[in-house]
């Protein structure tokens, strides 16, 4: 029997949360009787995810399971489930519980409708701490802002995509992903649907401040030019500037008006220099990401699989 949804679950160090998600995940799928597959994808875990997962599959076929030869993030293990799932269409859904398993015969239906992807969209966040809520906000807006691609606002990655969707992405080679401005630029007909975002079950985030701070460099950088662009701009203003006050010194100086030349000459040389340095840093920015892409490595290595038809006893 071919697999109709497949719901794909990055897990690290979740194992307070797998068999909650599995139990929830069953009902939920078993109730909306489509026939599915449940892959999870260990990133790297340290604690006994994998066990359980590997548990999981061996008393349920519909269970498959990926592991990573070590920790690789978040987005790639996004990238693996996808490559890896089977079904005509994809759920992908983060384990900790935080993306209600119960939403998934509304995203359902509204694929059903004809929407190619199907996205949900955070109403209210329980939880998470006011400055969370706050630089998402405004990191959304921003990116909104200086991009072409139209990245909804308020999604995360949990997402239905349908088989056209699913074999763009697949197509998508580059290593700094931002996964959820990916799926916007793939096109399609897409649409968004109104959840309210609980708690974490149990475990605690994996996302500090440090990884969010690189997810969100690579969002900006891998969709928009603008940070380089206001480097030319600041260019040009600091370069007119100083032209300014040079005519000004010059003038000054023809009318005989005596100046201390030392003061304002350091001010210069320190703006400039500061200028210069922020410009470097951010072409240092694309310069080292596009080092990564050339490299082509692999995304993701995987250690181990288990379940699946093939895998029977
Ligand atoms: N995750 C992962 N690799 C990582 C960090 C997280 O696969 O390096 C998984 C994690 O198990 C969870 C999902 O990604 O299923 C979201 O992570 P988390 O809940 O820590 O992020 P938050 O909800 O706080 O943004
Ligand atoms: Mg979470």
């Not at 990055?10 to 068999?19: G, K, L, Q």
């Not at 990916?182 to 109104?194: C, E, T």
């Not at 030019?225 to 000004?248: I, K």
């Amino acid at each position: 029997m071919s697999v109709e949804l497949s719901v794909v679950l990055p897990v690290y160090n979740e194992e307070a949360n797998v068999p909650e998600v599995y139990r929830r995940l069953v009902a939920v799928l078993e109730g909306a009787a489509v026939p599915f597959e449940i892959v999870f994808v260990d990133d790297g875990s340290r604690d006994r995810t994998w066990t359980l997962v590997r548990e999981l599959a061996a008393n349920d076929r519909q269970v498959r399971g990926l592991s990573f030869s070590r920790n690789f993030g978040h987005q790639m293990a996004f990238a693996a489930g996808l490559d890896a799932a089977r079904g005509r269409c994809v759920v992908v859904m983060d384990a900790d519980l935080q993306d209600p398993p119960e939403l998934i015969p509304t995203l359902l239906a509204k694929h059903r409708e004809g929407y190619e992807v199907v996205y949900a969209v955070r109403t209210r966040r329980a939880g998470e701490s006011a400055f969370k809520r706050w630089t998402a906000a405004a990191f959304y807006r921003l990116l909104r802002r200086i991009t072409q691609v139209e990245i909804p606002v308020d999604t995360g990655d949990f997402r239905l995509m349908g088989s056209q969707a699913l074999a763009a992405f697949r197509k998508l080679p580059e290593r700094h992903r931002f996964t959820r401005g990916l799926v916007a630029w793939l096109g399609f007909s897409q649409i968004g649907v109104p959840y309210e975002r609980p708690a974490r079950q149990a475990g605690e985030s994996s996302y500090p401040l440090r990884k969010m701070l690189r997810f969100a460099g690579d969002g900006i950088t891998s969709f928009s030019h603008v940070p380089l662009q206001v480097a030319t701009w600041l260019g040009v203003v600091v370069a007119s500037l100083s032209t300014a006050y040079l005519l000004l010194f010059g003038i000054l100086r023809l009318a005989s008006v005596r100046l201390p030349a030392s003061t304002a000459l350091i001010a210069v040389v320190l703006v400039v220099s500061g200028v210069q340095l922020v410009t470097i840093g951010l072409l240092g920015q694309y310069v080292g990401r596009i080092y990564d892409e050339v490299k082509r490595r692999p995304l993701y290595l995987v250690r181990e699989s288990v379940g699946g038809p093939e895998a029977a006893p």
